[in-house]
């Protein structure tokens, strides 16, 4: 169990048009979360929190995470210098999503070296039926190489 508490949720009413943060975590205690570029709105990057990152991102501005893939919390920006400062967050109309809008410092918000996550789009004409035609192209170009920005210490 967190010792990270919000709100407890109340009704459907107060939780859709009220005034108090009440986000619903997941089974597995985390919560979507959505973060765009504050001033152009591009989607920047889909992670998760739990109440001990989004409790750590209200503290401090810093967008921060839970990993996953590494069973940790992770600050945006803690290894590359990417880091993300929080301009705004909103939640979606059930709060079950958190939307972060962010200063992102450095440019780049993907460990790949990409100013967004999404740096790849389906390739027209693509279809199920066709494997051969499911390609991916590249729409983004890189900003930094990470195998030197995450060396392992």
């Known amino acids: 169990m967190s010792t990270f508490v ?4 109340t009704t459907s009413s107060e939780i859709e048009l009220g005034t108090t943060l009440q986000p ?5 205690g ?7 570029d504050h001033l152009t709105n591009e989607v920047l990057m889909f992670a ?22 590494r069973n940790k919390l992770w600050v945006k920006g803690e290894e590359s210098g ?6 705004e967050l909103r939640v979606d109309c059930d709060q079950d999503v958190i939307l972060l809008k962010v200063d ?14 999404f740096y790849r789009k389906l390739a027209p004409g693509a279809t199920v039926a066709n494997e051969a035609s499911l390609k991916l192209e590249m729409v983004g170009r890189p900003l930094f190489d990470p195998a030197i920005v995450y060396k392992k210490k």
């Open 82 to 87: 990417n880091a993300q400062l929080v301009k």
């Open 30 to 36: 985390l919560i979507p979360c959505i973060t765009t």
């Open 24 to 28: 619903k975590f997941g089974p597995d």
């Open 48 to 69: 998760f929190m739990n109440a001990e990152s989004l409790a750590l991102t209200l503290a401090t501005g810093k967008a921060s995470y839970w990993s996953r893939s």
């Open 104 to 117: 992102n410092v450095g440019g780049a918000s993907c460990h790949n070296g990409y100013k967004s996550c």
């Open 6 to 9: 919000f709100p407890a949720r």
